[in-house]
């Protein structure tokens, strides 16, 4: 009787301790998150915990994606090297066993991949070594959001008790990955407010510039001094259109030497350049990479002269169109859908003042 009660009470002590150590490693794992604001970095700072009471070989960190319907490798543990398993790698939902986790919010233990090979991504793990795992989902607010992978290289090495205790580590990682997500949204919301405010305050020093210089040439550089903060080129020039020829004439022109055919005063035929589509159309024109996109003979004389990509915006005034603003650069890809709108709102400041300086020169 003894002897029994003796061996009872050492298998109830196993039990506490080996219950304790896993409350123990929550308690850490719990740390590892509040402390860790990358999802490489909270993954390898909760496998480092998490070896002293689950045998993990290899862990993926994996975020479901609704809008591609894939699973996405997020982060990796340490040391694992892979060519094929690498952060950023998709893979189809239902090309992983990761995927019925993700449908069915329940944990999947696989004891032997050899033997129970359902899933295409599953050869590939028994080509790294990897004979059995278990993934649990990470929940939060009642939806999936991802999964958490671990392997080992040891068949049979996982039971219902260590996934059951991995869905209480996810439940933590689910609830850090969605603070992290928040986190960057906010950071990424800042950086737009911030982009926004000083595009406004560029608009106002542009008004001002516009209020304070009469001269199209001054006008031009002081909208140049200031526009460049907040939008990179090397040349930018005003055109008008001169109903009686049909043509275009170059106001004033900024930035690198003018030239024999971009200077002020020149004219210019309307199938000579953009302007006249951007004119007639009374909408932006973006040219990312003018060797690729040449359209126009001012286009072939841009790149001549080292400008690989520019930005045109209508000069509108009262619905009308009275000329362009043109910007252009020697990079390519310099300009962007949202700097074309921009200085759609800056050409209509432009034409109020140079309407403003042709009565003012008529009178």
Known sequence: GNMNSYQEIATLNARVKRTAD?????????????????????????????ERVLPVYRAALNLYDPSTDTIRIHALSTHWN???????VEMGRKDSHSGWVLDHQRPLICRDIAADMKYP??????????????????????????????????????????????????NQVALAVGNMKSY?????????VEHTAERYRTL????????????????????????????PFDRAAFTLYIPSSSKFR???????????????????EREESVSAWVFDNQRPAV????????????DRRLIEEGLNSYCVAPLMIGGKCIGTLNLASQKTNQYSEADAEFLCELGS???????????????
């Open 82 to 88: 892979s060519d094929y398993f690498q952060v950023g």
């Open 22 to 50: 896993r409350y123990r490693t929550l308690l850490e794992i719990n740390n590892a998150i509040i402390t860790n604001l990358t999802q490489g970095s909270l993954l390898n700072a909760i496998c480092g915990v998490l």
């Open 349 to 363: 400041q432009v034409a109020l003042a140079v309407s403003n300086m042709t009565s003012y020169e008529e009178i």
């Open 204 to 231: 106002l020093e542009i008004n001002n510039a516009i209020i304070t210089n009469l001269s199209q040439e001054a006008l031009l550089h002081a909208i140049s001094e200031v526009l460049r903060r907040v939008i």
């Open 121 to 170: 991504v599953e050869r590939r793990l028994l080509e790294e070594g990897i004979q059995s795992y278990c993934v649990v989902p990470l929940i939060l607010e009642g939806k999936s959001i991802g999964t958490l992978n671990i392997g080992s290289d040891t068949k049979g090495r996982y039971s219902e008790a260590d996934a059951e205790f991995l869905l209480e580590i996810a």
């Open 287 to 298: 040219r990312n990479d003018l060797l690729k996109e040449q359209h126009y003979l001012n």
């Open 250 to 268: 170059f106001l004033a022109i900024e930035g690198i030497a003018p030239s024999s055919h971009f200077r002020a005063g020149q004219e210019f």
């Open 184 to 192: 960057q949204e906010i950071a990424a919301l800042n950086t737009k």
